[in-house]
């Protein structure tokens, strides 16, 4: 079936440790995005990438990495920089000549 | 970033239609509005989209306003896997990107 596969579903980060959650889709999408969704509130964009090899800052990226390497594949690295991590993570893709995004089911992200 | 206001909370009952409002009085002319809902712990759903006039699809209907400046989801017969968090989105294009501004949304209850 055709969808956004986000892993894993839960993650623990030590202090001081850089994580990577990891997002695939086989919707054949050119863009793709990451959003972070606090408890109770909307989500905000960390990232974004239209094309292979190029990406660009969102709302929140301060503290967060991603690369665009193939398609396909748009992982988001949450560094030590980023000194509240803690939050519900999004994947999305679209297709540049439609107007929808489609969602993960997320990565649920805590600090140890 | 254009925003958009909705009720913290409705509740409706099931089999009855539902009106979800949502102003957007700073919208530009080239600002698409957007319905997606969410699910607890489940990434956002698309439900509809227009620019100025009113849409229908399977899933619901969206009325906007002359000016623009509001419109409203209609949920023609609500059951109770409509039970969400439904968020009124401006969409705008940056550089060909599609960009997404989530507000906080409505709750939706849905009572059997």
């Known amino acids: 079936d055709g969808g956004i596969t986000q892993s894993p579903k839960y993650l623990f980060r030590k202090e001081g440790q850089n994580v990577t959650l990891s997002c695939e889709q086989n919707l054949n999408h050119d863009a793709m995005y990451w959003y972070r969704q606090d408890p109770g509130q909307g989500l905000r964009l960390i990232y974004y990438?239209?094309?292979?090899?190029?990406?660009q800052k969102g709302d929140i990226a301060e503290g967060y990495s991603v690369s665009r390497e193939k398609k396909e594949s748009f992982p988001l690295t949450v560094t030590s920089a980023q000194k509240n991590p803690t939050a519900f993570y999004l994947c999305a893709s679209s297709p540049l000549a439609k107007n929808i995004q489609y969602f993960g089911a997320g990565t649920r992200l805590s600090v140890l | 970033d254009a925003k958009t206001t909705q009720p913290n909370s409705m509740e409706s009952n099931e089999e009855e239609p539902v009106h979800l409002p949502c102003n957007h009085s700073?919208?530009?002319?080239?600002?698409?509005i957007h319905w997606y809902r969410q699910l607890p712990s489940q990434g956002p759903e698309y439900v509809i989209h227009g620019l100025t006039s009113n849409v229908n699809n399977r899933m619901a209907s969206l009325a906007i306003a002359e000016d623009r400046k509001s419109s409203t989801l209609i949920l023609h017969r609500a059951t109770l896997r409509d039970a969400a968090v439904y968020y009124c989105i401006l969409r705008t294009t940056i550089q060909g990107a599609q960009k997404l501004v989530f507000g906080q949304g409505t709750r939706l209850t849905i009572n059997p």
């Open positions: 990438s239209q094309i292979v090899n190029d990406f």
């Open positions: 700073t919208i530009s002319g080239t600002d698409y």
